[in-house]
Nanobody
Framework: QVQLVESGGGLVQAGGSLRLSCAASGRTYSHNFMAWFRQTPGKEREFVAR????????YSASSMKGRFTISGDNAKNTVYLQMNSLKPEDTAVYYC???????????????WGQGTQVTVSS
């Protein structure tokens, strides 16, 4: 089992920045990739970015490239999502996930955190 705990969400004005953290514990060797997804009420959970356990391979959704950056610290078993130039449409619950495959599909990720709310005011 892998436990994932997100933090760093909050309320920010449009144009501002936030950095989300996802701390992994338990069998942290049981996955090769970690990812961030986000979800708003009534919508599907949307892929944001993923990173390989080595940190060498990263991939971000095209709509967020240039604004959102995923990174990791293996020593701390923690993955980060730096979000800049935030827009009101970025308002969502952001989830951290872990899985074996380099995927943008939520069903390819086995472990999930509880989520952290990000609210961007206009």
């Amino acid at each position: 089992q892998v436990q994932l705990v997100e933090s760093g969400g909050g309320l920010v004005q449009a144009g501002g920045s936030l950095r989300l953290s996802c701390a992994a514990s338990g069998r942290t060797y049981s996955h090769n990739f970690m990812a961030w997804f986000r979800q708003t009420p009534g919508k599907e959970r949307e892929f944001v970015a993923r990173i390989s356990r080595s940190g060498i391979s990263t991939y971000s959704a095209s709509s967020m490239k240039g604004r959102f950056t995923i990174s990791g610290d293996n020593a701390k078993n923690t993955v980060y999502l730096q979000m800049n130039s935030l827009k009101p449409e970025d308002t969502a619950v952001y989830y951290c996930a872990a899985g074996w495959y380099a995927s943008t599909e939520r069903d390819q990720y086995t472990y999930w955190g509880q989520g952290t709310q990000v609210t961007v005011s206009s």
